[in-house]
């Protein structure tokens, strides 16, 4: 987006900063692959190609299935959605703030254009903070909206804003997802786990440089790796803010 809103704008970037992102993988000699090269890779059904590259894109914002997917599309690059069932389900609530959204009708067009789909839970909120039954509803029910949707299976989630735990992880595999990504600002690896493939998160002052840099292996860590104390007590605090205020959108 050119101008997004106020709340998002620090995880956007231009339709022109955007194309030249693509360029930069395009000419990088990555394969792009989307989560399900990835999971049958890690599950030891199938290898991948030689440097690989995921291209994910979380919530389901309007430029999804119109530029951002046609400029996708152009290139031949698959990349995998994410998409916020409330925010996009007709008389859906998420804890989104307001943002032009796609519909849950256009999830099957992104299909279509080469994308995958998978979920990003019903309503956007810090899932390590919630109660068991409230995590199971936004896994299952996410997960059940979208397979009606689209007409098959949906095996991946991503966490809002990354946000996870051991018990997360655990209900996510017990809700039949397949992989879940996280963030961890890391790139990946043939060691990642499952249940938190790390991700880097474009930011709107990242440059083509830095991509380019990220495609090159460089300048950022390699996961898996433990939870550092800061992420353990940030943790913490939000589930006992979470105690007194009830769920938060995750951002």
Request: avoid cysteine; hydrophobic fraction near 40%.
């Given at each position: 987006?050119?101008?997004?809103?106020?709340?998002?704008?620090?995880?956007?970037?231009?339709?022109?900063?955007?194309?030249?992102?693509?360029?930069?993988?395009?000419d990088?000699?990555?394969?792009?692959v989307t989560?399900?090269?990835l999971?049958?890779?890690?599950?030891?059904?199938?290898?991948?190609p030689?440097?690989?590259v995921?291209?994910?894109?979380?919530?389901?914002?309007?430029?999804?299935p119109?530029?951002?997917?046609e400029t996708?599309?152009?290139?031949?690059?698959?990349a995998t959605?994410?998409?916020?069932?409330?925010?996009?389900?007709?008389?859906?609530?998420?804890?989104l703030p307001?943002?032009?959204?796609?519909?849950?009708?256009?999830?099957?067009?992104?299909?279509?254009?080469?994308?995958?789909?998978?979920?990003h839970?019903?309503?956007?909120a810090?899932?390590?903070?919630?109660s068991?039954k409230?995590?199971?509803?936004?896994?299952?029910?996410s997960?059940a909206?979208?397979?009606?949707?689209?007409?098959?299976?949906?095996?991946?989630l991503?966490?809002?804003h990354g946000?996870?735990?051991?018990?997360?992880?655990?209900m996510?595999?017990r809700?039949?997802?397949?992989?879940?990504?996280?963030?961890r600002?890391?790139?990946?690896?043939?060691?990642?786990?499952?249940y938190r493939?790390?991700?880097?998160?474009?930011?709107?002052?990242?440059?083509?440089t830095?991509?380019?840099?990220?495609?090159?292996?460089?300048?950022?860590?390699v996961?898996?790796?433990r939870?550092?104390?800061?992420?353990?007590?940030?943790?913490?605090?939000r589930?006992?803010r979470?105690?007194?205020?009830?769920?938060?959108?995750a951002?």
């Amino acid at each position: 987006m050119d101008e997004p809103p106020s709340w998002i704008a620090e995880f956007t970037v231009g339709p022109r900063e955007f194309a030249a992102h693509l360029d930069a993988v395009a000419d990088s000699g990555r394969t792009p692959v989307t989560i399900s090269a990835l999971a049958d890779h890690l599950a030891g059904r199938a290898p991948l190609p030689p440097r690989p590259v995921l291209l994910t894109f979380d919530d389901g914002f309007a430029d999804l299935p119109g530029r951002t997917a046609e400029t996708l599309a152009a290139r031949a690059l698959p990349a995998t959605a994410y998409l916020t069932t409330g925010a996009i389900a007709p008389g859906g609530h998420s804890l989104l703030p307001p943002a032009p959204m796609m519909t849950l009708a256009q999830a099957a067009g992104l299909e279509a254009l080469g994308m995958e789909v998978g979920s990003h839970t019903v309503t956007h909120a810090q899932l390590d903070t919630l109660s068991a039954k409230a995590l199971a509803a936004e896994l299952r029910t996410s997960k059940a909206v979208l397979e009606d949707a689209l007409g098959h299976p949906v095996r991946h989630l991503a966490y809002p804003h990354g946000y996870n735990s051991p018990r997360v992880r655990a209900m996510t595999a017990r809700a039949g997802y397949e992989t879940a990504t996280a963030v961890r600002h890391a790139l990946s690896s043939e060691r990642d786990e499952p249940y938190r493939i790390a991700r880097l998160i474009v930011r709107r002052g990242h440059t083509v440089t830095d991509v380019r840099a990220w495609l090159a292996g460089e300048g950022v860590r390699v996961a898996p790796y433990r939870d550092g104390p800061k992420t353990v007590a940030w943790r913490w605090y939000r589930r006992s803010r979470a105690l007194l205020r009830g769920p938060e959108f995750a951002g």
